[in-house]
């Protein structure tokens, strides 16, 4: 399956357990991977005939930078249901990091897999 990816897109928002990530907010890293047909698309050389990343960068910037979730499960979940709202998404990859959230290390985070079928 063909694959139209969204790479180290930075949205900062409120996410966490602990009282100061409630209050402050913090950066997150948020990478995706939309599965596809682009057979289609690379026939047409038209943007209907494919995932549009822009558009879905946006819905997932603007989702991330007020959704207030505890966790960064949650956030992935939320993510990857977005993105399987467009018709043309078969399957999407998600990760989330906080990056600098543990000390001597450069991120943290969640990795998930979500198909449509998985939606029921």
């Known amino acids: 399956m063909d ?3 969204i790479t ?3 949205a900062r928002g409120i996410i ?9 907010l913090q950066e997150m ?11 289609r698309a690379g026939e047409s ?3 209907d005939d494919s995932v549009d990343y822009q558009s879905v960068s946006k819905k997932i910037l603007a989702h991330a930078e007020t959704a207030r979730r505890l966790t960064v499960e949650a956030l992935a ?15 999407v990859r998600v990760r ?3 990056p ?5 290390c450069r991120s943290v985070g969640v990795e998930i897999e979500r198909a449509k079928e998985d939606r029921a």
């Open 29 to 39: 890293l948020i990478n995706i991977v939309l599965f596809t047909d682009l057979h």
């Open 100 to 104: 600098g959230a543990v000390h001597f």
């Open 3 to 5: 694959q139209v990816f």
């Open 16 to 24: 966490g357990v602990n009282d100061w990530e409630r209050e402050t």
């Open 77 to 91: 979940t939320d993510l990857a249901k977005l993105c399987l709202e467009d018709a043309r998404v078969e399957k």
């Open 45 to 47: 050389d038209d943007l």
């Open 8 to 10: 180290d897109l930075v």
């Open 96 to 98: 989330v990091e906080k």
